[in-house]
Protein backbone atom coordinates (compact mmCIF):
# COMPACT_ATOMS: atom_id res chain seq x y z
CA UNK A 1 0.00 0.00 0.00
CA UNK A 2 1.50 3.59 -0.83
CA UNK A 3 1.29 6.34 1.34
CA UNK A 4 -1.71 7.92 -0.53
CA UNK A 5 -4.01 4.93 0.13
CA UNK A 6 -2.42 5.05 3.97
CA UNK A 7 -3.64 7.95 4.35
CA UNK A 8 -6.75 7.95 2.51
CA UNK A 9 -7.91 4.50 4.37
CA UNK A 10 -6.26 4.89 7.70
CA UNK A 11 -6.67 7.20 10.73
CA UNK A 12 -3.15 8.68 10.65
CA UNK A 13 -2.55 10.97 13.43
CA UNK A 14 0.60 13.21 14.64
CA UNK A 15 0.79 13.96 18.39
CA UNK A 16 3.25 15.17 20.52
CA UNK A 17 4.32 13.85 24.04
CA UNK A 18 6.09 14.79 26.95
CA UNK A 19 6.42 11.01 28.67
CA UNK A 20 5.39 7.71 27.85
CA UNK A 21 8.31 7.59 24.59
CA UNK A 22 7.69 4.61 22.66
CA UNK A 23 11.46 3.00 23.02
CA UNK A 24 10.74 0.05 21.19
CA UNK A 25 10.70 2.39 18.20
CA UNK A 26 13.41 4.55 19.19
CA UNK A 27 15.65 1.94 19.56
CA UNK A 28 15.29 0.98 16.16
CA UNK A 29 16.99 3.92 14.92
CA UNK A 30 19.41 4.28 17.87
CA UNK A 31 21.43 1.43 19.98
CA UNK A 32 20.65 1.98 23.18
CA UNK A 33 17.98 3.77 25.68
CA UNK A 34 21.24 5.29 27.79
CA UNK A 35 22.04 6.66 24.38
CA UNK A 36 18.20 7.87 23.87
CA UNK A 37 18.25 9.15 27.35
CA UNK A 38 20.90 11.67 26.75
CA UNK A 39 18.97 13.81 24.38
CA UNK A 40 14.78 12.53 24.65
CA UNK A 41 14.00 14.84 27.69
CA UNK A 42 15.70 17.99 25.78
CA UNK A 43 13.66 17.31 22.79
CA UNK A 44 10.09 17.66 21.14
CA UNK A 45 9.07 14.39 20.50
CA UNK A 46 6.49 13.57 18.24
CA UNK A 47 4.71 9.67 17.53
CA UNK A 48 2.76 9.17 14.76
CA UNK A 49 -0.13 6.48 15.13
CA UNK A 50 -2.41 4.59 12.92
CA UNK A 51 -5.55 4.92 14.55
CA UNK A 52 -3.84 3.53 18.28
CA UNK A 53 -0.66 2.33 17.31
CA UNK A 54 2.35 3.59 17.27
CA UNK A 55 3.98 3.00 13.62
CA UNK A 56 6.73 6.32 13.70
CA UNK A 57 8.69 8.36 16.19
CA UNK A 58 10.82 11.87 15.46
CA UNK A 59 12.90 13.51 18.47
CA UNK A 60 13.65 17.11 17.34
CA UNK A 61 16.34 18.52 19.26
CA UNK A 62 15.96 22.87 19.24
CA UNK A 63 20.18 23.75 18.92
CA UNK A 64 19.55 27.70 18.18
CA UNK A 65 17.49 29.95 16.49
CA UNK A 66 18.23 29.04 13.30
CA UNK A 67 18.81 24.83 13.69
CA UNK A 68 16.83 21.89 14.40
CA UNK A 69 18.24 18.90 14.44
CA UNK A 70 16.48 15.42 14.57
CA UNK A 71 17.81 13.27 16.85
CA UNK A 72 15.95 10.01 15.82
CA UNK A 73 13.42 9.18 13.34
CA UNK A 74 12.25 5.70 13.29
CA UNK A 75 9.38 3.64 11.08
CA UNK A 76 7.96 0.26 12.82
CA UNK A 77 9.50 -2.21 10.70
CA UNK A 78 6.13 -3.54 9.38
CA UNK A 79 5.50 0.02 7.85
CA UNK A 80 8.79 0.67 6.31
CA UNK A 81 8.85 1.22 2.78
CA UNK A 82 5.51 2.26 2.03
CA UNK A 83 6.03 6.53 2.38
CA UNK A 84 5.42 6.93 5.92
CA UNK A 85 9.02 8.13 6.81
CA UNK A 86 8.58 10.63 4.05
CA UNK A 87 5.43 11.64 5.11
CA UNK A 88 6.58 12.04 9.17
CA UNK A 89 9.66 13.95 7.30
CA UNK A 90 7.46 16.71 5.35
CA UNK A 91 5.25 17.13 8.53
CA UNK A 92 8.00 18.21 10.41
CA UNK A 93 9.91 19.96 8.16
CA UNK A 94 6.39 22.20 8.17
CA UNK A 95 6.62 21.98 11.64
CA UNK A 96 9.99 23.28 11.96
CA UNK A 97 9.38 25.58 8.75
CA UNK A 98 6.29 27.36 10.94
CA UNK A 99 7.79 28.14 14.17
CA UNK A 100 10.42 30.42 12.29
CA UNK A 101 13.63 28.04 11.71
CA UNK A 102 15.99 28.04 8.63
CA UNK A 103 17.28 24.91 8.80
CA UNK A 104 16.77 20.94 9.97
CA UNK A 105 19.80 18.78 10.27
CA UNK A 106 19.95 14.79 10.44
CA UNK A 107 22.91 12.83 11.41
CA UNK A 108 23.24 9.04 9.83
CA UNK A 109 26.15 7.01 9.77
CA UNK A 110 28.01 7.85 6.41
CA UNK A 111 28.57 4.18 5.28
CA UNK A 112 24.90 3.67 5.70
CA UNK A 113 24.15 4.77 2.00
CA UNK A 114 20.43 3.58 2.04
CA UNK A 115 19.58 6.50 5.04
CA UNK A 116 21.31 8.79 3.30
CA UNK A 117 19.66 8.47 0.03
CA UNK A 118 16.30 8.65 1.41
CA UNK A 119 17.29 12.01 2.74
CA UNK A 120 18.19 13.07 -0.51
CA UNK A 121 15.50 12.22 -2.12
CA UNK A 122 13.63 14.26 0.57
CA UNK A 123 15.32 17.55 0.08
CA UNK A 124 18.07 16.82 1.96
CA UNK A 125 21.68 17.73 1.19
CA UNK A 126 24.93 16.79 2.58
CA UNK A 127 26.95 19.37 4.57
CA UNK A 128 29.36 17.94 7.25
CA UNK A 129 30.85 15.13 8.83
CA UNK A 130 31.25 14.57 12.79
CA UNK A 131 34.57 12.53 13.02
CA UNK A 132 34.35 9.80 15.47
CA UNK A 133 31.01 10.12 16.48
CA UNK A 134 30.39 7.08 16.80
CA UNK A 135 33.36 5.63 18.95
CA UNK A 136 33.17 8.76 21.15
CA UNK A 137 29.51 8.48 22.12
CA UNK A 138 28.90 4.76 22.74
CA UNK A 139 30.87 2.21 24.73
CA UNK A 140 30.67 -0.61 22.52
CA UNK A 141 31.21 -1.08 18.88
CA UNK A 142 28.68 -0.46 16.30
CA UNK A 143 28.65 -2.92 13.42
CA UNK A 144 26.44 -2.68 10.69
CA UNK A 145 26.05 -4.64 8.06
CA UNK A 146 29.92 -5.21 8.95
CA UNK A 147 31.05 -2.59 8.95
CA UNK A 148 32.09 -0.55 12.39
CA UNK A 149 30.27 3.09 12.46
CA UNK A 150 33.12 5.20 13.23
CA UNK A 151 31.66 9.03 11.37
CA UNK A 152 28.84 10.55 11.10
CA UNK A 153 27.67 12.34 8.03
CA UNK A 154 25.20 15.52 8.51
CA UNK A 155 22.57 16.38 5.65
CA UNK A 156 20.48 19.67 5.63
CA UNK A 157 17.34 20.98 4.86
CA UNK A 158 16.46 24.52 4.24
CA UNK A 159 13.74 26.36 4.66
Known sequence: MDINNLLKNENLQLEQRNQNFPYSLLLLADETI????????KSEVYVLKKDKEEIAVVCLYYIDDE???IK????SEIFQGKGIGSFLLKQIQNIVKNKGFKSL???TPDCSFPQIN???KNGFN???IR???YIDNYKIPIIENGVMLKDMQLLIYKF
Open 34 to 41: EAIDKYIH
Open 67 to 69: FVE
Open 72 to 75: NIAV
Open 105 to 107: IVG
Open 118 to 120: FYE
Open 126 to 128: KYQ
Open 131 to 133: KNF
